[in-house]
């Protein structure tokens, strides 16, 4: 084998361990371990995420949200190294592939949990939202001042249009 032929294989053997910043383990059953302890990492964050949602806790849930972006990065690529090396990922034993599946199948379950719980925080701050632009609307509407037109009669408010938006751009 040539010299060239030698460095492009060991090249392609590294290419797959190293993506930007998470690195599986070279053994294979070393990095199904090191993928489930970012299955854990990343359920804990969800169980977190997941209570503060429940108790209404949006302090907590904004102090979370860094660590849930950056355990979900290292989990989607550690998924991407595992797919990657599939082959390898054969001949594991069958015992710790059996115990990641149920990790990926229970963390599947919460992650589904959480997106429900996301969704009824988004539903909520619709309806407050919704709620506010009304009652600035009526207050608006309130607070216009009585005018007569050239002819004595009174100018009706009611054919103006008040416009309300939000800018979340803080």
Same mark, same amino acid.
């Given at each position: 084998?040539?010299?060239?032929?030698?460095?492009? =294989?060991?090249?392609? &053997? $590294?290419?797959?361990?190293?993506?930007?910043?998470? +690195? *599986?383990?070279?053994?294979? @059953?070393?990095?199904?371990?090191?993928?489930?302890?970012?299955?854990?990492?990343?359920?804990?964050?969800?169980?977190?995420?997941?209570?503060?949602?429940?108790?209404?806790?949006?302090?907590?849930?904004?102090?979370?949200?860094?660590? =849930?972006f950056?355990? &979900? $990065?290292?989990?989607?690529?550690?998924?991407?190294? +595992? *797919?990657?090396?599939?082959? @390898?990922?054969?001949?594991?034993?069958?015992?710790?592939?059996?115990?990641?599946?149920?990790?990926?199948?229970?963390?599947?379950?919460?992650?589904?949990?959480?997106?429900?719980?996301?969704?009824?925080?988004?539903?909520?701050?619709?309806?407050?939202?919704?709620?506010?632009?009304?009652a600035?609307?009526?207050?608006?509407?309130?607070?216009?001042?009585?005018?007569?037109?050239?002819?004595?009669?009174?100018?009706?408010?009611?054919?103006?249009?008040?416009?309300?938006?939000?800018?979340e751009?803080?």
């Open positions: 084998m040539s010299r060239q032929q030698t460095t492009h =294989k060991a090249r392609n &053997a $590294r290419k797959h361990i190293s993506h930007n910043g998470v +690195i *599986l383990s070279a053994s294979p @059953e070393k990095a199904m371990t090191e993928m489930m302890e970012t299955i854990d990492d990343l359920r804990t964050v969800y169980i977190a995420e997941n209570k503060a949602l429940k108790n209404a806790d949006t302090k907590t849930f904004m102090a979370l949200q860094d660590q =849930k950056e355990t &979900a $990065r290292h989990y989607q690529q550690g998924i991407e190294q +595992i *797919l990657e090396r599939k082959d @390898e990922m054969r001949r594991v034993d069958p015992v710790l592939k059996r115990r990641l599946e149920r990790m990926q199948a229970d963390f599947s379950q919460l992650a589904e949990t959480n997106k429900d719980a996301i969704k009824r925080m988004q539903r909520t701050m619709d309806r407050l939202n919704d709620t506010i632009r009304s600035t609307k009526d207050a608006v509407n309130q607070q216009q001042a009585t005018s007569y037109g050239e002819h004595g009669r009174l100018h009706t408010t009611e054919k103006r249009v008040v416009s309300t938006g939000i800018s751009t803080a």
